[in-house]
């Protein structure tokens, strides 16, 4: 449930709209000492199935949608700091 809350602390404080790839990219690029580029494909996998649970905690479906806003790729790293636009 940490992890759903982190996605939609993201939502309230940046408007910002995740997706499973967005969110994989963003692990990636940001995460990067995790080595998530190593992983073998079923590693992969079973990242992305762990992302996709995580997602669906946070925005159960049939829940209002979560607002569209910037790539995730622009993110900070910090989602608690304030970041002017």
């Known amino acids: 449930m940490d ?10 404080q940046r408007g910002i709209r995740w997706t499973l790839a ?30 996709q649970d995580a997602l669906n905690r946070a925005f159960p479906r049939g829940s209002q949608g979560v607002p569209s806003s910037r790539a995730t790729s622009d993110i900070p790293l910090y989602l608690s700091r304030r970041v002017p636009v």
Do not use: D, N, T
């Open 22 to 51: 967005g969110l994989e990219q963003w692990l990636m690029e940001r995460c990067w000492p995790m080595g998530y580029y190593g992983f073998q494909p079923s590693q992969k996998q079973q990242l992305r199935q762990r992302i």
């Open 3 to 12: 992890c759903a809350a982190v996605l939609r602390l993201g939502v309230v």
